[in-house]
């Protein structure tokens, strides 16, 4: 299988906060935003695998800034790094005002997207990610080490089992 570029799979997803969005303060709603996130992640994972893909997890999301009614928000996510049938996609919102005033970062999280096939929707290989830029290559940096913490999480595997975890850790 043919490895693929970080520019091949990333997906930019834009969206103006209209009332049905918010909460009575008029914010936006944080279920909203994770919804949108979801969509333009699992895009950039199944252009990747060149086939469908299913949420598998979602890592910690943290709300920084409040995004407010009219509002525009821009959802870049790409790819960081491939496994065997599971991918990593790093997914940053930036906020502004509709002028493209007061620009600013509202938000990131990591989602991990599994490739299966349409028949049966069980777990099929992707092709393996290249990192080329210096910013591709830190974001690459960690995911070994991520992935296995979402595994101990979701409670796949043991933490005695989490190579890449104590190593990092046996530095400090
Ligand atoms: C994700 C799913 C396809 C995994 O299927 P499975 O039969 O357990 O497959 P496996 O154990 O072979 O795991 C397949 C891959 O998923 C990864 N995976 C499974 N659960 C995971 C989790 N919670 N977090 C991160 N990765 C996970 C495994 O590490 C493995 O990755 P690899 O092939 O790159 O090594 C299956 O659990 C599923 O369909 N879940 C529901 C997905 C869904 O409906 N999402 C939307 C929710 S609303």
Redo the contacts with the bound molecule.
Sequence with gaps: MKEKTVSESKTIMTEMIMPNDTNPLGNLMGGNLMRWMDIAAGVCAAKHAEAHV????VDHVSFQSAIRLGNVITITAVMTKA????MEVYVEVTVAEITGANPRKSNHAYF?F?A?DQEN???IKVPQLRAVSSEELDRQEGANRR?EI??IL?G?IQPSEAKEVKDFFSKF
């Design positions: 299913v949420t598998a997890s496994f065997s049938s599971s991990t599994v299966v929707q069980k777990p992935r979402r595994l979701s796949r």
